[in-house]
């Protein structure tokens, strides 16, 4: 694998469900992130992390928690969520915090029922 | 703070015209700009970025956009398009120093659609 990795592609969950998303980055870079992309706005960022610690957090609700257990490594936790969570989540890195480019993974498409 | 404005959502264009995709920023500082492309159902893959020096910047797929400072702009063109340029493209810009070095701004994103 190369480049940045997210799985599941595609979830479907109900709103009294607990799902993760999970990203893998196979470039070496020390900074990760979590965008939102949903229809008709701007990718929106939700979480930034250099060398495993949190960096940015840019009020994000509660009901989304995420980890990051290596540099590697970065985890999306997912609880009660609402319909209006439906959105493609989309994962990044970058060499380190505030480098000039970020490599985005191909994203989750996920669905809040 | 930085804003970036893509003054058309979606742009019709023929095979083998010419595109080009507009990109107005704001910034009390000086910026780093950055096209990106997503293919349906793919992530964001950098086209192109202006760090510093020439203003015109070549990128990936035929690509170039130029900076203009004094217009706050950084239009995406392209000279010759093909039925594979079809995607959404977005222009992001972020300080170039700074707290907020290295955070993206997006622009809401525009359609291109390449017809036969």
């Known amino acids: 694998e190369t480049g940045v990795t997210q799985t599941p592609r595609h979830l479907v969950m109900g709103m009294t469900n607990k799902k993760s998303l999970k990203c893998e980055q196979h470039?070496?870079?020390?900074?990760m992130y979590w965008y939102k992309q949903s229809a008709k706005k701007p990718l929106e960022l939700m979480f930034v992390?250099?060398?495993?610690?949190?960096?940015e957090n840019n009020s994000v609700p509660s009901r989304f928690s995420p980890e990051c257990p290596n540099s590697s490594h970065l985890f999306l936790h997912l609880h009660t969520l609402q319909p209006e969570d439906s959105a493609l989540y989309l994962c990044?890195?970058?060499?380190?915090?505030?480098?000039?480019?970020?490599?985005f993974g191909p994203g989750t498409r996920l669905t809040v029922l | 703070a930085q804003s970036v404005t893509q003054l058309d959502s979606q742009v019709p264009v023929f095979e083998e015209a010419p595109v080009e995709l507009r990109c107005n920023y704001s910034?009390?500082?000086?910026?780093?700009l950055f096209w990106y492309v997503q293919y349906p159902n793919q992530g964001l893959q950098l086209l192109l970025k202006?760090?510093?020096?020439?203003?015109l910047v070549k990128g990936i797929n035929g690509f170039e956009a130029e900076f203009n400072k004094s217009q706050t702009s950084f239009h995406l063109r392209k000279p010759s398009v093909h039925i594979s340029d079809t995607a959404e493209y977005f222009c992001?810009?972020?300080?170039?120093?700074?707290?907020?070095?290295?955070?993206?701004?997006f622009g809401k994103g525009t359609k291109l659609s390449v017809k036969p």
């Open positions: 990044a890195s970058s060499q380190d915090y505030q480098a000039d480019t970020q490599y």
């Open positions: 470039l070496g870079h020390n900074a």
């Open positions: 992390y250099s060398l495993e610690e949190r960096v």
């Open positions: 910034s009390s500082v000086s910026v780093y």
């Open positions: 202006y760090l510093s020096g020439s203003t």
């Open positions: 992001a810009v972020s300080a170039s120093y700074g707290g907020s070095q290295g955070n993206l701004i």
